[in-house]
């Protein structure tokens, strides 16, 4: 007898709130990138490398200089973390 195979149904609304206030993300960031994730930022060095916390529904939470600010930021705000490479 062949196992058949479920998938479950989630919608990207379920998924979008999959971890919320429990997990965030860490992404490097190039500078012409920050403007889409956080508008309120002003012009930055195109060279400077930039590190950003997410919410996990990818709200934006920290940009930074500064790679051990934003897991301190997480660690503040209670939050697990994972890198997105």
Known sequence: MALKTIT???SKADLAHLGAGELGYIRKMRADEVSRCFPEAPDIDPNLDL??????????ILLTDNR???FYKAAEDELRTVSLH
Not at 51 to 60: M, Q, R
């Open 8 to 10: 479950p149904k989630v």
């Open 68 to 70: 051990s600010s934003t």
């Open 51 to 60: 590190w950003a916390l997410f919410g996990a529904d990818g709200t934006p």
